[in-house]
């Protein structure tokens, strides 16, 4: 059984950062990627960043990529997604997930879930 845990959301300024934690048990060799989600008030759930579990391969939305760096442990079963040049637009609820599938970058084949953490960036 899977299960996900996320740590490190809070409140930031514009211009700030903020480094994500998602550690996770009941991760096999099978496990092939973790996910970053969020979701904003009033708006759909985004995918917006992924890990290949096997190789650090990683894949980022256009509206992160070049200011979110995602990492993982695999020893420590972790995964870590460091914001930086953090934007208003940025405040939401942060989900991590975990996929056995190998099309990785489609967010629909996440699987398992953690409970979210709240990140809150003020202007």
């Known amino acids: 059984q899977v299960q996900l845990a996320e740590s490190g959301g809070g409140l930031a300024q514009a211009g700030g950062s903020l480094r994500l934690s998602c550690a996770a048990s009941?991760?096999?060799?099978?496990?092939?990627?973790m996910g970053w989600f969020r979701q904003a008030p009033g708006k759909e759930r985004e995918f917006i960043a992924a890990?290949?579990?096997?190789?650090?391969?990683?894949w980022y939305s256009a509206s992160v990529l070049g200011r979110f760096t995602f990492s993982r442990d695999k020893a420590k079963n972790t995964g870590y997604l460091q914001m930086d040049s953090l934007k208003a637009e940025d405040t939401a609820v942060y989900y991590c997930?975990?996929?056995?599938?190998?099309?990785w970058g489609l967010g629909s084949v996440y699987d398992y879930w953690g409970q979210g953490t709240q990140v809150t960036v003020s202007s």
């Open positions: 997930a975990v996929t056995f599938s190998t099309t």
């Open positions: 890990i290949k579990w096997a190789n650090s391969a990683t």
């Open positions: 009941g991760l096999t060799d099978s496990t092939f990627a």
